[in-house]
């Protein structure tokens, strides 16, 4: 064990009062009994209540769910799909730019992305609302997937796929009976990842939708123009919850899998060992 | 020859079952098999031995049909096999990692390539349970692949890849990742197995010694050429290059030239000084033409007086390798060429009879060495 030292403490007291105190001071006021929302006047869950009746916030859930069930879904296909060709093409003329353009609109500012996708969307003429959003969506998690799920690949043995071949699978049979199961955590935490960053987004979704449809994150940003209210933060909190759950359970899901097989293997040689 | 020994390729009647017909493959400018031609017969364990690089395992997966010949012809029963996919062939792969399916019980896995086949439910319980039985793995059925060891696990690669009874099985090094113990037991196991199959067996290999225990006849492989092929007694006594030679096994390898020759006795020059070399030629060589004179250590003796060979040379010992069972003793001619003699060591070692700087006399008949041209 290593020595308790004042300064490793302070610094990590520091670093995650820095994080994590503007969401724990959210939290709190969240229950908070009075509508001044700097003013603590005792323990109460009314705010939860209100925001179960308030039909503009509901209609603003619903939509941002749509959008990112749908996108996260479209994005983890497409980026599935983008990985094993990067991981599995091997060498070819222009592979340096394409893998470059995949993983590009992760460092893009997300502004140039929304202004970009509008531009595109008038030009079209399509109508901007849920499917635009959607669009959208799917574009920035879509490179999310894959990088996730091409790690996973780079360390998967190409040998399984012809070893399936080898026994008498077509191609894509080899793909959905060995491939996919195997990748399969990579896949999930890749769609639980799509997931949970369409749900956050504010800005891309700010450019790319209509008057028909409004997310959450938009709908908060718009009120809190006009003041904050508890509800606000009693919204914002149930959505701390989900984001955190997500991304609790994309890790659970990929590292539980790698240490129960760690686990196993190690039981596996002691037993022949002994 | 008897009737009971097991040799096709002598037999001009034999049908085989994989013909390579002058079989070039190339990637980009670099070729990994060079217009090989060879037949392998059926019932025949065939090795295919060489460092890596030099185009075995290109070969093996051409006839697993992950590669395609760019010239020439592969025949599976007199079939061109370039156009059928590799899961439309009757033949199946171990792999060298065992490629086993992670999220699949020992008991699936084996069913995996049934299953594809459209099998009856009971008939395929039944081929499972059987090969379960002769890979002795019955207890293990229920397990993942990472519940079970490497030896077990190379089992269940065994059984699945011959649970389909193809024509041919290919093995691609596959006792590469077994400790030295389980991969001498293992060979034995996969001999019996083949047996008792009756399946026809190529493995991939770069351990001589392992091709030489398990196969029928060895193809000894070097840049995408094959440089012998034959059964691995005559490999051994009898290699058709200093290559093959070198190798194999151990070996003395002395150049000289070639002399006069008396009856079917050739004496070979090789160092100012020193007396010729007698050997036994398999094929005529002109007066003066370079010989490379090869001899493996246990036929060289290594004794303290004068032998009655008729080749001997007197040096004194410089290196003692002992290995237990044998001891290799370098021995310095005066010319400074190292000779290298095996002894059993059938005595203990206190009574052992050389040391270092002992003068000894290093010996052999005029028949237990080979003459080549290269």
């Not at chain 2, 037949?39 to 025949?44: A, L, Q, S, T, V």
């Not at chain 2, 997966?61 to 009757?90: C, H, W, Y």
């Not at chain 2, 058709?240 to 002399?259: P, Q, R």
């Not at chain 2, 032998?307 to 237990?324: C, E, H, M, Q, S």
């Amino acid at each position: 064990m290593r020595r308790f030292s004042w300064f490793n403490a302070t610094s990590l007291t520091l670093g995650f009062a820095f994080l994590y105190l503007p969401m724990i001071i959210l939290i709190i006021y969240s229950f908070n009994a009075s509508k001044l929302v700097t003013v603590w006047a005792g323990f109460s869950t009314k705010w939860y209540g209100e925001l179960l009746r308030n039909e503009a916030f509901l209609d603003a859930a619903w939509v941002t769910i749509k959008v990112a069930v749908i996108s996260s879904s479209i994005a983890t296909v497409l980026g599935t799909m983008a990985a094993i060709v990067m991981v599995r093409s091997g060498r070819f003329l222009g592979r340096t730019l394409f893998s470059g353009m995949i993983y590009a609109p992760l460092v893009m500012p997300e502004v140039i992305t929304g202004l970009s996708l509008l531009l595109l969307f008038i030009g079209i003429g399509l109508d901007r609302g849920v499917l635009t959003i959607v669009l959208a969506h799917t574009t920035f998690s879509m490179c999310y997937v894959s990088v996730v799920v091409s790690s996973r690949l780079v360390s998967f043995d190409q040998s399984l796929e012809e070893a399936a071949l080898d026994l008498g699978c077509s191609p894509l049979q080899a793909f959905h009976l060995v491939t996919l199961p195997i990748i399969a955590p990579a896949v999930i935490s890749g769609w639980l990842l799509a997931f949970t960053l369409s749900l956050d987004d504010l800005v891309i979704a700010s450019f790319t939708s209509g008057p028909s449809a409004t997310t959450l994150p938009m709908k908060i940003w718009s009120s809190v123009r006009l003041g904050v209210s508890p509800e606000i933060n009693a919204l914002s909190t149930i959505m701390i919850g989900i984001v955190t759950i997500g991304v609790i359970t994309a890790s659970l899901v990929s590292k539980s899998n790698v240490a129960r097989q760690q686990r196993e293997e190690r039981a596996a040689e002691r037993l022949s060992a002994g | 020859m008897p009737q009971d020994v097991f040799a096709p390729w002598l037999d001009p009647d034999a049908k085989p079952i994989i013909q390579f017909k002058n079989v070039t493959k190339r990637f980009g400018d670099f070729i990994a098999i060079d217009d090989l031609t060879i037949d392998i017969y059926e019932r025949e364990f065939f090795a295919l031995l060489g460092p890596s690089g030099c185009g075995k395992t290109t070969m093996m997966r051409m006839l697993a049909g992950f590669e395609t010949p760019t010239e020439g012809n592969i025949l599976l029963s007199g079939q061109d096999m370039a156009p059928v996919p590799p899961n439309k062939r009757a033949v199946n792969m171990m792999f060298q990692s065992y490629a086993l399916f992670p999220h699949l019980s020992v008991w699936e896995n084996i069913a995996f390539g049934l299953r594809r086949d459209g099998m009856p439910k009971d008939e395929m319980a039944a081929r499972v349970d059987e090969m379960l039985r002769l890979t002795r793995l019955e207890k293990f059925a229920r397990r993942k692949p990472h519940q079970i060891s490497g030896g077990q696990r190379q089992r269940v690669a065994l059984a699945r890849s011959l649970a389909k009874a193809p024509k041919l099985l290919l093995l691609d090094e596959p006792l590469g990742a077994l400790d030295k113990k389980l991969r001498q037991e293992t060979q034995f196991e996969l001999m019996d197995i083949q047996e008792k199959t009756g399946t026809t067996f190529v493995i991939v290999t770069h351990d001589q010694e392992e091709a030489m225990t398990v196969a029928s006849r060895v193809a000894v492989m070097d840049h995408g050429k094959i440089v012998q092929v034959a059964t691995p007694a005559e490999i051994y006594e009898t290699p058709n290059s200093t290559y093959v030679a070198d190798f194999i096994g151990d070996v003395n390898l002395i150049e000289g030239k070639a002399g006069e020759k008396e009856g079917d006795k050739l004496s070979i020059s090789w160092a100012e000084g020193q007396p010729d070399i007698i050997g036994t030629p398999q094929t005529s060589f002109d007066k003066g033409q370079t010989i490379h004179f090869a001899i493996r250590p246990e036929k060289v003796s290594i004794t303290h007086d004068k032998p009655t060979n008729p080749v001997a040379f007197r040096g004194k010992v410089l290196d003692i390798a002992y290995l237990g069972n044998l001891s290799t003793y370098h021995v310095e001619l005066p010319n400074g060429q190292i000779i290298k003699a095996q002894t059993a060591n059938n005595r203990r070692i206190s009574r052992r009879g050389f040391t270092w700087e002992d003068k000894v006399w290093v010996s052999w008949t005029d028949t237990a060495g080979v003459l080549l041209e290269n």
